[in-house]
């Protein structure tokens, strides 16, 4: 999911403010000598630039390295269609325009071209062979009163037991009752305001279970009780236990069949209603997670269970999901998955229906004012796929740009971690009104922002490359994002950042990026456990991805792009934890990671070394006159074990050292012809991890009147001060 916050003309007009004050004070304090933040040339005919040379203990240097399924599944054959023209008729549409029109709108910035398309021939028909533990089997049925704003819905749930014990009852998450009242465990959290958005006063929604049935007709609805695992808040129903007539013994299956009826709130946290838009996510009673033995590193089998809260994603089994939806006649219908078949349509509803298989969730869109475009899409790691664009009418004009950007996005994600198995990727853009459900994730569905601006910048792009990289991290690796939420967040924006960069040319200033991080924290950990003001963002996106980066500094770019594939490649479909990412880095450079992840992974430490004294006297050494230059620098985070140094003298010359970073609290003494003019720590920003560089420079002989030490990088970091924040 990604956040925006904030009006961007205020913004700016008070960046610029604070960005001209910066750079007048800072060049006053640090002269003419002093380096730009890209590189630190020698500053006259005399200077002499030694090369990097180890303080200390040896600094770490990266290695050089050679390089069972459900019975009984529904057959759709008959229903499988070859998608090479995709002309949309599988979902009864026509195209509103040519698929290969190109259409920009003016102005809008210019497209690099996306990797060109292989024949694509994708055909929408079940896996020939699972690519999951299949636990779960869902067989929906809703229908949307539009005007009642209302889902009314049935579930058959098949769940199989994968565990070693029997198991006497089962939990579900019925996560739209987090809208129920002001008192719910999200809403007092969130203080009903997820992102920009904000609930609007009197608006509740709120599912209401009304039977749960065996197949032997037996009714355990009476029987079932809401659970507050988490806070013991009685006012919050988004998690029920329902007891079982008898246990589920190990590798058995048990049915369900229930009636449910959800009440749409207006959209602001991922679902509800804008008008005559609606998005269903996370619409269904959804069975929880089973967790056997080994399962992210459990040593007592057990569920795994969380209500829902004001930070919190998801966490689900994979499985089967065949739906039936019904709307108004006029209304079309994104989803995850395929068609079937085209929608029945008799005059007043119109009924899809929908398959997917392997994955962990099921959302769908609808909205009369829809306008379609798709196109096939392959590459050499994408067998074929279907992209499908559900657009508001105020971005008709967009098209291109929405195509192009999934098309990168796919093309470069199957290229770095594996490749894409879905043969369909829907695309929905909200109206203005219905940001709320933009930027959001689910398995083989995206949304992008709400249509607002006719012409929107580069954000439009990001938002949709991000989405479409929890396809990866989120949608088959699927780790849980209630407990671990960095392990999805922070990868895809790790790999969001790269992507923009090599595409569209736009490189994160990290350095800037590290300035923001106020309030770090472990990475591994609960999400509502987070502090207040944006801890969790701040935390779970910008300061997980700069570890991830972090690790790239140290290891290479080659090296990295091998850990990130090897991660992909072993624990898609399978849950994995950050234990299991560390052993996959440290399996892949054969080094010991684990001082590194206990500083910045489990714990919540950031790099910040600070010079903390420099003096300079006059000695005799030899019968020479020579100045005694003695820097003192002090350790006030985490360890860093390549810490560069600049010691720039009076008379222009300067020297560079690395040093261990180990000690706490360390003197440098220097002989030299000059004293020091001023000392710099990492004056080339190369650690990505230092987020307090206001002490890490130091100027003798400033004018007293401005007698304050300045970071080197003051002045980017005013230019992003109300930048956009990813989430």
């Known amino acids: ?379 050499q790691q994408i067998p074929g796929v279907r992209i499908k664009l559900y657009l508001d009418p105020k971005h008709e004009q967009l098209k291109n740009r929405y195509m192009t950007a999934a098309k990168k996005a796919l093309a470069r994600y199957a290229q770095w971690y594996g490749s894409y198995p879905y043969s369909t990727l829907s695309i929905v853009i909200p109206p203005d009104n219905g940001n709320g459900a933009g930027g959001m994730e689910y398995p083989t569905l995206i949304t992008g922002w709400g249509a607002s601006e006719e012409n929107p910048d580069l954000e439009l792009e990001r938002v949709i490359v991000h989405e479409i990289g929890h396809q990866f991290w989120y949608g088959m690796v699927a780790s849980n994002e209630f407990e671990e939420a960095w392990l999805d967040e922070g990868f895809t924006s790790y790999a969001e950042d790269r992507l923009m960069e090599l595409e569209y040319g736009v490189k994160s200033n990290l350095t800037v990026e590290s300035s923001y991080i106020t309030s770090p924290e472990a990475l591994k950990q609960d999400s509502w456990n987070y502090g207040p003001d944006g801890q969790y963002a701040e935390n779970v996106y910008t300061r997980a991805k700069l570890v991830l980066k972090s690790i790239e500094r140290q290891i290479g770019t080659e090296m990295m792009d091998r850990v990130m594939k090897t991660y992909f490649q072993r624990w898609k479909f399978k849950h994995p934890t950050t234990t299991d990412f560390q052993k996959v880095l440290e399996d892949t450079t054969k080094t010991s990671w684990q001082e590194f992840f206990e500083q910045y992974v489990y714990s919540g430490l950031m790099v910040d070394y600070g010079v903390t004294s420099i003096q300079s006297k006059k000695v005799v050494s030899d019968g020479q006159s020579l100045f005694e230059n003695t820097v003192r620098i002090q350790k006030h985070g985490g360890t860093y074990h390549t810490v560069p140094i600049r010691f720039h003298f009076a008379d222009g010359s300067q020297i560079d050292k690395t040093w261990d970073g180990i000690d706490a609290d360390v003197q440098f003494k220097l002989m030299h012809q000059s004293p020091i003019d001023w000392v710099a720590i990492d004056p080339q920003h190369t650690i990505v991890l230092e987020n307090k560089r206001i002490n890490s420079f130091m100027k003798t002989n400033i004018d007293p009147k401005l007698s304050v030490r300045w970071n080197l990088g003051v002045v980017k970091f005013m230019e992003t001060l109300f930048e956009w924040v990813a989430w």
């Open 1 to 379: 999911m990604k956040k925006v916050f904030g009006n961007r003309l205020a913004q700016w007009c008070f960046l610029f403010v604070l960005a001209g004050g910066a750079t007048f004070v800072s060049q006053a304090l640090l002269g003419a000598g002093t380096a730009s933040e890209d590189a630190l040339e020698p500053a006259g005919p005399r200077a002499e630039s030694a090369p990097y040379s180890t303080l200390g203990s040896i600094p770490l240097r990266p290695v050089t390295m050679t390089s069972p399924s459900l019975k009984g599944e529904p057959s759709f054959q008959n229903f499988a269609t070859d998608l090479s023209f995709a002309d949309g008729s599988s979902l009864g549409l026509q195209l509103a325009k040519p698929a290969s029109a190109r259409v920009i709108a003016p102005n809008a910035p210019a497209q690099p071209p996306a990797p060109p398309s292989l024949p694509a021939k994708p055909v929408e028909k079940p896996a020939p062979q699972p690519l999951s533990n299949r636990i779960v089997e869902y067989h929906l049925n809703v229908e949307l009163d539009a005007e009642g704003k209302l889902l009314n819905g049935t579930s058959s749930l098949t769940w199989k037991n994968p565990g070693s014990l029997p198991v006497q009852e089962l939990y579900f998450h019925l996560y739209p009752n987090a809208f129920e009242s002001k008192k719910s465990t999200f809403m007092e959290e969130s203080g009903g305001r997820l992102r920009n958005d904000k609930s609007p006063d009197g608006s509740f929604g709120n599912m209401t279970v009304s039977s749960i049935k065996t197949l032997d007709g037996e009714e355990l609805a009476g029987k079932m009780e809401y659970v507050q695992p988490d806070d013991a808040n009685k006012n919050d129903h988004t998690l029920i236990k329902v007891p079982l007539p008898k246990a589920v013994n190990p590798g058995e299956k048990i049915t369900l069949n229930s009636s449910f009826q959800v009440k749409l709130p207006a959209v602001f946290a991922r679902m509800g209603y804008a008008g005559d838009f609606v998005m269903a996510g996370q619409w269904f009673p959804k069975v929880a997670v089973y967790e056997p033995v080994g399962v992210r590193g459990r040593t007592v089998e057990g569920w795994n269970l969380h209500q829902y809260h004001g930070n919190s994603e998801f966490y689900a089994d994979f499985g089967i999901y065949d739906v039936r939806i019904k709307v108004p006649t006029n209304y079309t219908v994104a989803a995850t998955g395929f068609p079937l078949k085209p929608p029945a349509d008799d005059g007043k509803i119109k009924t899809y229906a929908f398959y997917s298989d392997d994955v962990h969730d099921f959302a769908w869109a609808a909205s009369p004012n829809f306008i379609y475009y798709e196109e096939p899409y392959a590459t």
